[in-house]
């Protein structure tokens, strides 16, 4: 089989990564290799065969770093084959965390698109070096392949300036680069799109409200398949309460602890990165657990669920004021598809905004995309299973299709 479309996602400790056919019309494969570097680590391998269900391989076995990493991953898409034929990869998509205001869509990857890319890394520490060695080695694996980036930032390239700009100097943020940028992207561009087929209506004409929930969290007011606003700014660290990241803070905090304690500039980005969030609330940051623990009474489990709950709502209600109208809200990403606490308790008292919520639609088990408000709701509720991957090679594979 010719021409398959790879999709690679770098994170700090992690690779996902999914094979798609040469019209992204089906996964061929997809798989995850975790805890790179860590005890435990593995490599899980899902092969698709059409009409079946999937076959996984599971193999721990110690994987020091990324290099090893997509190189394992390399040799099981070889050692593979589709209806009989082998696989020729003909391009490789990488999510790519930051853009800057320079990157509206996706880019071919050559020396130039790199070193603007190598320009963004202190901007999301987290996620960018992963991003850029898995540029780096996908590059001398399939050197026949054409190399795009797809970037998280790209989708709110349309956010006006009054809702990215900061209220700080003008010459100094614009020497600096500072501005609302907001991530997630590509899920948010999925999640929209699917909300308008379920509606039956065309993207031109929804307005929804999408909240990505899982470790990293945001929201977005999309409107007509366009950003307004988005809650993750400058950094992946403003906005909702995530797994490990303080969300929004008043900056004064930040000032008065550095100066109370002593801290430096890199024990701050610690605390602020690694430390707060649902961790930092109750110890825990998968949200599995902690509403394991507050339904068993547990304290700061129940907090940080409220906590958690409470801030999504109040994006819900602050991007309705920002839509024209507000059609829909769309719960995505692992937390946001998966627990039904979480979406109880961010829709509880939202009537007057026009959403009725129906509680045993919610808490009915299903993988499915799905309505969980009642017929009466005069604002959809809606839970769309994340599929980044899917965006990543149909962007992918434009490029493909465009190039020379």
């Given at each position: 089989m010719a021409g398959a479309v790879l999709v690679i996602n770098c994170g700090s400790s992690s690779i996902?990564?999914?094979?798609?056919?040469?019209?992204?019309?089906?996964?061929l494969a997809d798989?995850?290799?975790?805890?790179?570097?860590?005890?435990?680590?593995?490599h899980v391998h899902r092969s698709h065969a059409p009409g079946g269900d999937p076959e996984e391989i599971v193999q721990e076995t110690p994987i020091p770093n990324h290099r090893t990493g997509v190189e394992r991953i390399a040799r099981r898409i070889e050692e593979s084959s589709v209806e009989g034929g082998a696989i020729e990869i003909a391009a490789v998509g990488h999510r790519v965390a930051h853009g800057g205001s320079g990157f509206t869509g996706p880019a071919v990857i050559d020396d130039g698109v790199l070193a603007r890319i190598a320009?963004?890394?202190?901007?999301?520490?987290?996620?960018?070096?992963?991003?850029?060695t898995g540029i780096e080695i996908t590059t001398a694996l399939w050197p026949q392949a054409l190399q795009v980036a797809v970037f998280d930032t790209a989708f709110h390239h349309t956010v006006p300036e009054h809702a990215y700009r900061y209220a700080l100097p003008?010459?100094?943020?614009?020497?600096?680069?500072?501005?609302?940028f907001g991530f997630h992207g590509t899920s948010h561009e999925h999640a929209s799109k699917?909300?308008?087929?379920?509606?039956?209506?065309?993207?031109?004409?929804?307005?929804?409200v999408v909240l990505h929930l899982g470790n990293g969290a945001s929201a977005c007011a999309v409107s007509g398949g366009r950003s307004l606003d988005t809650s993750m700014g400058?950094?992946?660290l403003e906005g909702l309460v995530m797994g490990t990241r303080s969300g929004d803070l008043d900056p004064g905090v930040v000032l008065q602890l550095a100066q109370a304690d002593g801290l430096s500039v890199e024990e701050v980005e610690r605390l602020l990165h690694r430390e707060s969030g649902l961790k930092g609330l109750c110890g825990a940051n998968d949200m599995r657990d902690i509403a394991r623990r507050a339904a068993e009474g547990d304290g700061p489990a129940e907090l940080a669920l409220a906590v958690f709950s409470y801030r999504v709502r109040k994006y819900i209600g602050a991007y309705a004021a920002v839509l024209p109208v507000l059609d829909a809200v769309v719960f995505t990403g692992g937390i946001g598809e998966n627990s039904a606490p979480v979406r109880d308790r961010a829709c509880a008292n939202l009537e007057h905004l026009g959403i009725r919520f129906d509680n045993a639609k919610n808490a009915a088990p299903n993988?499915?995309?799905?309505?969980?408000?009642?017929?009466?709701?005069?604002?959809?509720?809606?839970?769309?299973?994340?599929?980044?991957?899917?965006?990543?090679?149909?962007?992918?594979?434009?490029?493909?299709?465009?190039?020379p």
């Open positions: 996902k990564y999914s094979l798609f056919d040469a019209n992204a019309s089906r996964t798989g995850i290799v975790e805890r790179l570097g860590q005890a435990g680590s593995r320009e963004f890394v202190h901007l999301a520490p987290l996620h960018m070096p992963a991003n850029l003008v010459d100094l943020a614009d020497r600096h680069g500072v501005r609302r699917q909300a308008a087929r379920m509606l039956g209506r065309p993207l031109s004409e929804v307005n929804v400058m950094t992946p993988g499915e995309p799905r309505d969980i408000s009642t017929d009466a709701s005069l604002v959809k509720v809606l839970v769309i299973p994340a599929n980044e991957e899917l965006e990543i090679a149909q962007q992918t594979l434009r490029c493909l299709r465009d190039a």
